[in-house]
C-alpha cells in the first residue's frame, strides 16, 4: 500500500505529530490506515510557502532532533519490515504555513 499526503502547518513552532496528521484525513474511520510502515519520505517541497523556512523533524519519544530541512530536501527512513511508527515523528517549521509532502509504503 503506498499512500501520499500534502499538509500545511499553520503555526510556526509548533510540534504536529505525523499520526496526527495523518489520522484527520480519514473520512471514513473503517478504513484501513497503517500506523506502521517499511517506508518513509518526509519531504519538504521547493515552494513559495517554504521561501527560507526549515522544518525540524524530531523523534517524540527522545525529542531527539533527527532532521533539519531546507526546501526541497528529505528525511527518508526505510525497513525490511512495517517496523517504522508513524506515531513516532514529530514535525515543526520555523514559519507559519509552511508546506510538507509526506508518502509511505506498507506491506
Known amino acids: 500500500m503506498t499512500k501520499g499526503f500534502q499538509f500545511t502547518l499553520p503555526l510556526a513552532g509548533t510540534d504536529y505529530n505525523l499520526w496526527d496528521l495523518i ?24 515552494l513559495a510557502a517554504n521561501a527560507g523556512a526549515y522544518l525540524s523533524v524530531k523523534d517524540k519519544l527522545s525529542g531527539q532532533q533527527l532532521n533539519y530541512l531546507v526546501s526541497d530536501a528529505s528525511h527518508v527512513a526505510s525497513s525490511h ?24 509504503v506498507a506491506r
Open 23 to 46: 489520522a484527520a484525513t480519514a473520512i471514513d474511520p473503517t478504513t484501513y490506515m497503517p500506523k506502521a510502515v517499511c517506508q518513509l519520505n518526509i519531504k519538504f517541497p521547493l
Open 81 to 104: 519490515g512495517n517496523n517504522i511508527n508513524l506515531d513516532s515523528f514529530v514535525l515543526n517549521g520555523d514559519t507559519n504555513n509552511v508546506v510538507v509532502d509526506i508518502s509511505f
